[in-house]
Nanobody, 123 residues
Framework: QVQLVESGGGLVQAGGSLRLSCAAS????????MGWFRQAPGKEREFVAA????????YYADSVKGRFTISRDNAKNTVYLQMNSLKPEDTAVYYC????????????????WGQGTQVTVSS
């Protein structure tokens, strides 16, 4: 089993930055692809970014491309999401997830999920 715990969320003004962390425990996720998703009130959960187990391949939703960066430190069993130039529409609960096979934009392909961290961007 893998437990994922997100942190780093908070309240920030538009144009600001936040860095989210996702710490894994229970077993190493160094061989797992990892993803970040978000869910705004009244909306479905959506893909934000994903990274391969080695960190060599990254993928982003069009809405965050150029502003967000996903990275990982396998020695620390942690994945990060650096969010810059934040907009009010980025307000959501952000979730990290682990996929045994490959990075994917599809929710159903992920095996483990964290509880989420709230990000609120004020205008």
């Amino acid at each position: 089993q893998v437990q994922l715990v997100e942190s780093g969320g908070g309240l920030v003004q538009a144009g600001g930055s936040l860095r989210l962390s996702c710490a894994a425990s229970g077993r190493t996720v160094s061989t797992y692809a990892m993803g970040w998703f978000r869910q705004a009130p009244g909306k479905e959960r959506e893909f934000v970014a994903a990274i391969s187990w080695s960190g060599g391949n990254t993928y982003y939703a069009d809405s965050v491309k150029g502003r967000f960066t996903i990275s990982r430190d396998n020695a620390k069993n942690t994945v990060y999401l650096q969010m810059n130039s934040l907009k009010p529409e980025d307000t959501a609960v952000y979730y990290c997830a682990a996929d045994r096979e490959r990075p994917s934009p599809w929710i159903y392909e992920y095996d483990y999920w964290g509880q989420g961290t709230q990000v609120t961007v004020s205008s």
